[in-house]
């Protein structure tokens, strides 16, 4: 698995805990047909849009029983109900089977999910994650702010994740522990991460500096970890945009 230049965007959920897991499959009648909670958020996905990405990439090609919509519809409801194993998520639509035809689920046995994870292509959900990202942004643009400015203001920072060698020997970070680092630019209006980027664990976070889409006149927060005089200069004072970040003890 090749993770250095993985670059893509994604709206995350924030993972809704307890007893939502049997709330989302809860019946409501709506037009004469009955309809869960779960159905009724995911119809709120532009579908004629999803498939345009997915055909983009060929996503379904090969497809016999299972395909990209379900995919992202079994990982999307593992993301809202806090399920973090592929064997949860197996248990889980086993135990309400009755209920996956209603929610626009299928069974999904956990060789297949994990087989797909592998092998569809993760651009389909970067640009898919675009689009959802752009949709949020326009809904929160208006909305008043804490601070008194009309401009975007974004927070950038990373967050290094610990992984198992054994499982994700690809991941080697020191000796005997293995991790990624994740960069992530948040949109401080509506908390909207609008970029993720991984790279190995051991890439120093000034490293990541490039791949930020620097806006005119945007406000960009960072640590200190991003004070690189060079890039700092080039990347926002030369394109009209503004930085906040800690200073160094020696500057």
Same mark, same amino acid.
């Given at each position: +698995?090749?993770?250095?230049?993985?670059?893509? /965007?994604?709206?995350?959920?924030?993972?809704?805990?307890?007893?939502?897991?049997?709330?989302?499959?809860?019946?409501? !009648?709506?037009?004469?047909?009955?309809? @869960?909670?779960?159905?009724?958020?995911?119809?709120?996905?532009?579908?004629?849009?999803?498939?345009?990405?997915?055909?983009?990439?060929?996503?379904?090609?090969?497809?016999?029983?299972?395909?990209?919509?379900?995919?992202?519809?079994? +990982?999307?409801?593992?993301?809202?109900?806090?399920?973090? /194993?592929?064997?949860?998520?197996?248990?889980?639509?086993?135990?309400? /089977?009755?209920?996956?035809?209603?929610?626009?689920?299928?069974?999904?046995?956990?060789?297949?999910?994990?087989?797909?994870?592998?092998?569809?292509?993760?651009?389909?959900?970067?640009?898919?994650?675009?689009?959802?990202?752009?949709?949020?942004?326009?809904?929160?643009?208006?909305?008043?702010?804490?601070?008194?400015?009309?401009?975007?203001?974004?927070?950038?920072?990373?967050? @290094?994740?610990?992984?198992?060698?054994?499982?994700?020997?690809?991941?080697?970070?020191?000796?005997?522990?293995?991790?990624?680092? +994740?960069?992530?630019?948040?949109?401080?209006?509506? /908390?909207?991460?609008?970029?993720?980027?991984?790279?190995?664990?051991?890439?120093?976070?000034?490293?990541?500096?490039?791949?930020?889409?620097?806006?005119?006149?945007?406000?960009?927060? +960072?640590?200190?970890?991003?004070?690189?005089?060079?890039?700092?200069?080039?990347?926002?004072?030369?394109?009209?945009?503004?930085? !906040?970040?800690?200073?160094?003890?020696?500057?």
């Amino acid at each position: +698995m090749i993770y250095n230049d993985f670059y893509f /965007s994604r709206l995350d959920f924030a993972p809704l805990h307890g007893h939502l897991r049997m709330l989302l499959f809860i019946d409501y !009648v709506i037009m004469n047909q009955r309809k @869960t909670v779960f159905s009724q958020i995911m119809s709120l996905i532009p579908r004629y849009t999803f498939e345009k990405c997915v055909d983009k990439y060929k996503g379904n090609r090969h497809s016999i029983r299972l395909t990209c919509r379900d995919q992202f519809y079994a +990982m999307s409801f593992a993301q809202f109900t806090d399920l973090d /194993s592929l064997r949860s998520i197996e248990a889980t639509f086993s135990a309400l /089977s009755s209920k996956l035809y209603l929610s626009g689920l299928k069974p999904m046995p956990k060789s297949s999910l994990a087989e797909m994870n592998s092998k569809k292509d993760w651009r389909i959900y970067r640009d898919f994650g675009q689009v959802l990202i752009k949709r949020v942004q326009d809904l929160y643009k208006d909305d008043d702010f804490c601070l008194d400015i009309e401009n975007a203001v974004y927070a950038f920072d990373s967050s @290094t994740i610990s992984l198992c060698l054994c499982l994700c020997p690809w991941a080697k970070f020191r000796k005997n522990k293995g991790g990624i680092k +994740m960069h992530t630019l948040l949109d401080l209006r509506g /908390s909207i991460p609008t970029l993720v980027y991984l790279t190995p664990a051991s890439v120093h976070d000034s490293k990541a500096m490039d791949k930020i889409p620097v806006e005119a006149g945007a406000r960009y927060l +960072m640590d200190r970890g991003y004070c690189n005089y060079k890039k700092l200069y080039e990347l926002f004072q030369l394109q009209n945009a503004y930085f !906040v970040t800690r200073g160094k003890f020696n500057m």
